[in-house]
């Protein structure tokens, strides 16, 4: 189930020496530190399966099955120098498959990256605290879906999982040059769009103000 | 020293993919602002363009993820227990009543505490305590649930405190109690779980158990639910297996139902029964006692309730060999049905030494 190719995961300099040193710890064996790692990955994971699937059942699912094979197979996968990017490949393989296991999956055989829907919104609502960062978040979900799913993605790996472009492209199984090809064009088209945001926020603001 | 690129050359979207800039925007790392906050004033024509990009990466980071610190904190503890319970081996895919046996197949102690005479709670009473060990106390007049390290849960009383290390050592999981405390205990057949009182040294291998002892009680009770402990008195070394039986003044080993009272004064111990035995959980449904007796010979019956309990009932099954039951007793305590079934043979019952014994006559 792990491929060889896992091992030759770029050693680009990180300085994520916390979570390494974690790793380094885990692979010794003490249960302990199985649960520092899961609660460390844990949220950050659930975000990233979350652009996948609104089934938060089928997403704990994979997430819990994640980890254990992690535990399971923690003398085995001890050569990945970085755990980081082994994790979001494997969340993504596992979810992948089980959405399209499903008889409703989708009749293309894609899964779609981060559908920002008005659905997804009203259900995060709840979680946002200001009515600022409510708007803030509204209209950066417009803009998110102005990209493609590609680049969605790609700038998820890179800005929340602060992945190299290697370790993208292996995920997303392109090659290195098209992860920065995503990158630079979904931010750029973000960063256009941007101050269009930022004049929507202040105007916003100053009207509550005024209030 | 890191050379870091030309940032001068940078748009928003360059910032945005550069792990020394999420260093700063992401997790604030202080080296990493005040190496920024350099740049912006050696290079002040690209000060907007970083701004921006520092503000595009505040929305996106301020992004709501939609689980809740509790649903969180319960999936990480729902993944660290299961794997207790899963071999080194590949398994599919795992079910919510798979792991839920899985707690059921654990074991209970539970240890009483006889007179309930408090002083005032003046927060931890446990002598030397180890450095850098975490110490709880419930001050409260709630229980208070908690999780130790290697995922076990301990439901502490009111006006009780534990004690114990932030990582269990790699070969045995202590802790300290003073007061009263129920632990359920996750399994790990190599590393026993032992609690230490003032007094009292109580050892489960691999089990769920409750211990309580306070400082200022003259007797101390251990009683278990299920499983088997040793309880050895503080300081004693020998192995659990060097401990026999009750009142030998070494210490006792403990099965399901029965609980031993031990007098500081005196420093003996006195085995017997629980006040209110309770069925022994078991792993399957299948093999969980209905209580129904239908026409069920007397020998039968006691064997079924010796198997549910764990309790050792003693008759003489010649004597009752012609007699039959017919009752339905689930949720019944074991000694009103005790007494039910006994009244309805012709017999009696009495508990001695830990052991029930009933005495009765020819029903034919």
């Known amino acids: 189930m792990l491929k060889p190719d896992l091992r030759r995961s770029s050693p680009a300099p990180r300085d994520k020496t916390d979570e390494t040193l974690l790793w380094l710890k885990f692979r010794e064996g003490p249960q302990e530190v199985f649960q520092e790692l899961v609660q460390h990955f844990y949220r950050e994971l659930y975000f990233y399966g979350g652009r996948f699937t609104r089934d938060t059942d089928l997403l704990k699912d994979c997430l819990q099955d994640l980890f254990l094979d992690l535990w399971v197979y923690r003398h085995r996968i001890s050569d990945t120098p970085y755990i980081r990017s082994y994790l979001y490949k494997s969340l993504r393989r596992k979810i992948h498959r089980e959405i399209l296991r499903q008889p409703s999956a989708g009749r293309d055989d894609s899964v779609t990256f981060d559908d920002v829907s008005s659905q997804e919104i009203t259900a995060e609502q709840a979680l946002i605290r200001t009515e600022l960062s409510e708007y803030q978040t509204s209209r950066l979900h417009e803009l998110l879906a102005g990209l493609s799913d590609r680049q969605r993605e790609a700038i998820h790996l890179k800005f929340y999982g602060e992945l190299s472009n290697e370790e993208i492209a292996d995920i997303l199984d392109v090659n290195k040059q098209s992860v920065a090809n995503l990158l630079h064009r979904g931010l750029s088209r973000l960063r256009e769009s941007w101050p269009t945001l930022l004049s929507f926020v202040l105007f916003h603001l100053s009207n509550s103000l005024n209030r | ?364």
């Open chain 2, 1 to 364: 020293m890191t050379t870091r690129p030309d940032y001068r050359t940078y748009e928003a979207e360059d910032f945005l993919a550069d792990s020394w800039f999420l260093a700063w925007v992401k997790r604030d790392r202080s080296d990493a602002r005040e190496w920024w906050r350099d740049w912006m004033e050696k290079h002040p024509a690209r000060r907007d363009t970083l701004l921006l990009a520092k503000d595009m990466a505040e929305a996106l980071r301020n992004r709501p993820v939609p689980l809740s610190a509790e649903q969180e904190k319960q999936e990480v503890q729902r993944i660290v227990a299961l794997t207790r319970h899963l071999p080194e081996e590949k398994r599919r895919r795992l079910w919510w009543p798979w792991a839920a046996a899985c707690v059921v197949l654990a074991m209970g102690v539970y240890l009483f505490r006889p007179a309930p005479v408090q002083p005032e709670f003046a927060g931890s009473v446990l002598k030397e305590v180890p450095a850098g060990w975490l110490t709880r106390a419930n001050g409260t007049d709630k229980l208070l649930k908690m999780r130790l390290p290697d995922g076990s849960q301990v439901t502490l009383y009111p006006k009780s405190t534990v004690a114990y290390p932030p990582g269990f050592a790699p070969e045995e999981r202590e802790i300290e109690l003073d007061g009263e405390a129920v632990f359920s205990v996750v399994h790990e057949g190599k590393r026993p779980f032992t609690v230490h009182t003032r007094s009292l040294k109580t050892r489960v291998l691999g089990t769920q158990f409750r211990v309580v002892s306070r400082a200022a009680d003259a007797k101390q009770v251990v009683s278990v639910i299920s499983g088997k402990v040793s309880v050895t008195k503080a300081g004693d070394t020998r192995e659990p297996g060097a401990v026999r039986s009750a009142g030998s003044g070494l210490g006792v080993v403990l099965t399901a139902n029965q609980q031993v009272t031990y007098d500081m004064a005196r420093t003996t111990f006195v085995k017997e029964l629980v006040r209110n035995p309770l069925p022994v959980r078991t792993a399957s449904a299948a093999a969980k006692e209905t209580f129904r007796f239908d026409e069920t010979p007397a020998a039968e019956v006691f064997e079924r309730l010796k198997k549910a309990y764990g309790v050792e009932i003693i008759y003489d099954a010649a004597t009752l060999r012609h007699c039959t039951l017919t009752a339905s007793l689930e949720g019944v305590p074991l000694y009103d049905q005790l007494s039910l079934l006994c009244a309805s043979i012709g017999a009696t019952y009495e508990v001695i030494d830990a052991r029930i014994v009933v005495t009765g006559r020819d029903c034919s």
